[in-house]
């Protein structure tokens, strides 16, 4: 890291949960941040996340691996920002629930135990249940049901929320944060080094820059001269009205009839959030009637007590993809002092806790609680052509 | 598509249903939907005591009286989605009673669409607007029209705008006592415009009006002007009611508090707000709460067009007379025959329909100073119970400052009305917290599911577009 006369340390780009668990780990460093954001704080990507905090639909690999020490850290951080800001500024809603993968078919349920295994090989608490199990925890999901499995590390937060108390904590210890500032690029010294970023107001100084842009980080790295795979993918979410508690008990996800993946899962007001594993490639934002029906018939075989259950809201949002599935955490060899947090597709919420974390410690060269190689930008996973990936 | 050509309308008050019978008589197919059991909207309310004498008022008579227009009674629409050709819409609905599982769901190509789907009252929030017998004043004369039912014994009426005293003198007819009219408003400003106001609004209007103000007069009620109602007592129930006196900016003039009892229900009525969320779902432009339309009511999106009081509020002439030019505009651009003079005859009257909006809202506007009603634990979003003190909170310690995101923070306007009563509130409160309007002010309005659908009906729902289109 270099440090400057003027200007901060780090500008990090985005406020979605993502920048602020970056500008959380660097400032509990004592790392000069300030964040800009070019729209409201939380209001975009991480404004749609439905918050689940999930190792069960993570296959075994890195993402297994970063998700785990993500949903172990966030109990964590949460704890420690109680500490400093005050239980009611820390408030996010965390709830650990945990999670059920449920199968109905034969080659599904034969699929959802090896996965399970390979899980648990991985170091993941998967607990096989048997049917009468399953529905004893979960008493509305469908008789059909012939494999489950139970995550008992799954959790969910409030998105915003946890966001909003990153950003005040960033702010408690000095930190600044700007909104309506939109990074247009970075800007480079004469030995290539990150002088600042430009905006439309003038160039803001700084000594490294991180790009949290979420779907949009792909635009801000072609901007800074070192383009970058990320591209959104569109996911929609249904919105129950209010339950009884205790209708749906865990987050639960699963696949029937061949409809698309759906994850079920209960708000603590009682509505049930209904989310699609599938998802549409490009940017047009428009919601789609048979995706929404698509997903109501897929959660109505899995939980036939939701077919009376009106449902009061459907939206839905982009998640940033990357090629090979996995975030991008780290320097830019291509342009030393541009940092990458980005491409977390439908995980960036469970993913940010350890995220930020790692970033931080690349950044202060501490060692690292997971290893960095599979999310550098130079993997062979992101198809970057090679001469881009050469250090210089 | 060999199939001729088909506009869809939404909504049957005044604007849609002269928009069917315009385009109707163009030769065109239309689809008219609304959500009621029958073609009339909230100014035709229907007596619904006695279904079976099925008496049409003249409105309705024509509409089924007009071979190319068909008419899905309780019908709502649900999504709007782009159409197989440029312009074209996909119209997702659902029909049948809306308290039972199973409404049959369906799915319209339309090749043009005028959404007509009208506004519903403003309620602004004071301590004690939670209670039960506080209603709104179009659910008060909904039910005194429609089902012949009084809110309550004494009542009082506040808010602003004309639409009081039809309110009021409605309950009159269903058997209560007004205990007095409160207009926040001086409309009295409004005789300065008066001869203007004759012109634009006719002469008709103006005088259903003064028979409201004669009937109110021979029944004794207090009708005040710069009053309000700023807060509601009572345990359990609306038993007494505090009017203050306002200075201009809508502030209790010190010392000016009375408090009226017994009461047992209270209307409350300030304005209305266009019902935007097909319009928004469609891709139009809004300005200001209201649909933009262009001088034939074009809205910004290609194939749609908008008409009544979602582009703004003028009572039900002037709704009938957007209506009539936006079905004449449909039905024309898509024969590509225009009939240029009642295009012209139907455009004057809008016009004028236009001026008498504004003319409405000059005179009764909403003035800032009913945010400082609001104490520590006023209810804003009475669905969710959120507090004043908790959006506060959301804006000023958590940082949020967009609608979407202080929604999620606070849960304002997230239940069961999706923001419907609260939403503009919100927005408008956040606006003086912020010290500028949220970016998003129209995130509380934007509603891609535009009413509630049950998980089985949506799931029984056909795929893709229909067959025969
Ligand atoms: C429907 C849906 C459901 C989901 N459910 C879950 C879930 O249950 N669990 C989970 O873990 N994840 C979930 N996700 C994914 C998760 O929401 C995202 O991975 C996460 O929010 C990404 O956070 P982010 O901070 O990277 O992006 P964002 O929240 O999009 O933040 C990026 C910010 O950067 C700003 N920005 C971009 N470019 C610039 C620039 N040049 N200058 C200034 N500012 C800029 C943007 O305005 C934006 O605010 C879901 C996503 C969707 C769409
Ligand atoms: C409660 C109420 C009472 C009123 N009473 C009076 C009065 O006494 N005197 C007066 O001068 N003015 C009154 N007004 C004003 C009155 O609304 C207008 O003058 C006139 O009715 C406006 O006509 P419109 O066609 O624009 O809308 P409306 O008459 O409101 O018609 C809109 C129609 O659209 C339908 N609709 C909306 N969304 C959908 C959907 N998604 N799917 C299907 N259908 C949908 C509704 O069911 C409704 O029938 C009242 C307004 C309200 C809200």
């Known amino acids: 890291m270099r440090v400057l006369g003027e200007g901060v340390d780090v500008v990090v780009v985005g406020g979605g ?12 460093r004592g790392v000069r941040v300030l964040l800009a954001e070019r729209g409201p704080l939380a209001g975009q990507t991480t404004a749609r996340g439905d918050g689940r905090l999930l190792i ?45 993968a449920v199968a109905v078919r034969a080659e599904e349920a034969a699929a959802l135990r090896e996965l399970a295994a390979a899980q648990r090989s991985a170091g993941a608490d998967a607990r096989e249940l048997t049917p009468d199990e399953a529905i004893g925890r979960e008493p509305h999901l469908t008789p059909a049901v012939r494999a489950a499995v139970h995550y008992p590390e799954d959790a969910r937060l409030q998105p915003v929320l ?11 210890r000095g930190g600044e944060i700007r909104t309506g500032v939109h990074v247009l690029s970075v800007l480079t010294g004469a030995d290539g080094w990150v002088v600042g970023v430009q905006t439309p107001d003038g160039p803001l100084p700084c000594g490294a820059v991180v790009n949290a842009g979420g779907p949009r980080a792909g635009t801000l790295a072609e901007a800074a001269g070192a383009s970058l795979p990320v591209l959104p993918r569109y996911g929609t979410v249904l919105v129950t009205a209010p339950l009884p508690p205790g209708t749906v008990r865990h987050t639960v996800h699963g696949t029937v009839a061949g409809g698309p993946p759906v994850v079920v899962g209960a708000a603590p007001g009682g509505q049930v959030l209904i989310s699609s594993g599938r998802r549409r490639a490009g940017a047009d934002e428009a919601l789609r009637a048979d995706d929404l029906r698509a997903l109501a018939r897929c959660t109505a075989a899995l939980f036939p007590v939701l077919a009376g259950v009106p449902v009061l809201r459907a939206y839905g949002g982009f998640h940033p993809g990357t090629p090979d599935g996995l975030p991008v955490i780290g320097e830019d060899p291509r342009h030393p002092g541009l940092w990458h947090a980005a491409g977390h597709a439908g995980a960036g919420v469970a993913l940010a806790a350890a995220t930020g974390e790692l970033l931080g410690q690349l950044f202060t060269g501490e060692p690292p609680l997971v290893d960095p190689e599979p999310f550098r930008v130079a993997r062979p996973g992101l198809g970057l052509a090679e001469e881009e990936n050469r250090c210089p | 598509m060999t199939a001729p050509p088909r506009v869809v309308v939404v909504g049957a008050g005044p604007a849609g249903a002269r928009a069917a019978l315009a385009a109707a008589r163009g030769g065109i197919r239309v689809v008219l939907v609304d959500g009621e059991p029958r073609v009339g909207g909230q100014y035709h309310r229907h007596p619904l005591a006695e279904p079976g004498s099925r008496r049409l008022h003249p409105l309705e008579r024509s509409v089924v009286a007009q071979p190319r227009i068909e008419h899905l009674s309780r019908a709502t629409v649900w999504a709007l989605e782009a159409g197989p050709r440029p312009g074209s819409h996909l119209v997702h609905l659902q029909q049948g009673s809306a308290d039972a599982a ?6 319209l190509v339309a090749d043009a669409l005028v959404l007509c789907t009208g506004a519903y009252d403003r309620v602004l929030p004071f301590p004690g607007w939670e209670l039960p017998g506080v209603v709104t004043a179009g659910a008060a004369r909904a039910l005194a029209v429609g089902q012949r039912t009084a809110v309550g014994r004494r009542v009082v009426v506040s808010g602003t705008g004309p639409f009081l005293l039809p309110a009021a003198v409605s309950l009159l007819t269903a058997g209560s006592r007004v205990a007095g009219v409160y207009e926040a408003g001086k409309p009295s400003r409004w005789l300065r415009n008066l001869p203007a106001a004759l012109r634009d609004g006719g002469p008709a209007l103006l005088a259903e009006l003064a028979s409201y103000a004669g009937a109110l007069a021979r029944h004794r009620v207090p009708c005040r002007s710069r009053r309000a109602v700023v807060a509601a007592h009572g345990d359990g129930r609306v038993e007494a009611v505090t009017v203050a ?10 010392g000016s508090e009375r408090v009226i009892a017994p009461v047992d229900a209270l209307c409350v009525g300030y304005g209305f707000l266009p019902q935007l969320e097909l319009p928004l779902a469609a891709g139009c432009l809004v300005r200001d709460g209201r649909v933009v339309v262009d001088a034939r009511q074009a809205t910004s999106a290609p194939g749609v067009y908008a008409a009544g009081e979602v582009t703004g509020v003028a009572g039900p002439v002037a709704a009938a007379a957007e209506g009539e030019l936006a079905g004449l505009a449909a039905a024309a651009d898509l024969s590509r025959a225009c009939v240029p003079a009642r295009e012209a005859a139907a455009a004057a009257r809008v016009r004028a329909g236009r001026r008498f909006a504004a003319a409405l809202e000059e005179t009764y506007p909403i003035r800032e100073g009913w945010r400082s009603r609001l104490t520590e634990d006023t209810l804003v979003c009475r ?20 609608m979407r995101t202080i929604k999620l923070t606070c849960r304002v306007g997230l239940g069961a009305c999706q923001g419907r009563i609260c939403g503009r509130n919100a927005a408008d409160l956040v606006a003086g917290l912020l010290g500028r ?30 067959a025969t289109c």
Do not use: F, N
Not at chain 1, 17 to 28: D, F, K, P, S, Y
């Open chain 1, 17 to 28: 949960i993502v920048g602020a668990a970056c500008a959380e780990a660097l400032t509990r």
């Open chain 2, 383 to 402: 669905c969710e119970e959120v507090t004043y003190g908790q959006l506060r909170d959301a804006v000023t310690d958590r940082g949020a400052d967009a």
């Open chain 2, 437 to 466: 309007p949220p970016a998003d002010t129209l995130a509380t309005d934007r509603r891609p599911l535009a009413h509630p659908v049950r998980l089985g009906d949506l799931a029984s729902g056909p795929d893709g577009p229909p």
């Open chain 2, 102 to 107: 199973g409404r049959t769901q369906r799915t």
């Open chain 2, 245 to 254: 006196r306002l200075d201009a900016r809508w502030g209790v003039v010190p």
């Open chain 1, 162 to 172: 946890a966001a909003t108390a990153l950003l005040a904590a960033v702010r408690a």
């Open chain 1, 56 to 100: 069960s639909d993570k296959p075994p690999g890195p993402g297994l691996t970063l998700a785990m020490a993500s949903l172990r850290r966030w109990p964590l951080l949460l704890a420690a920002l109680r500490e400093e800001l005050g239980p009611a500024r820390a408030a996010c809603e965390y709830e650990r629930k945990g999670g059920l």
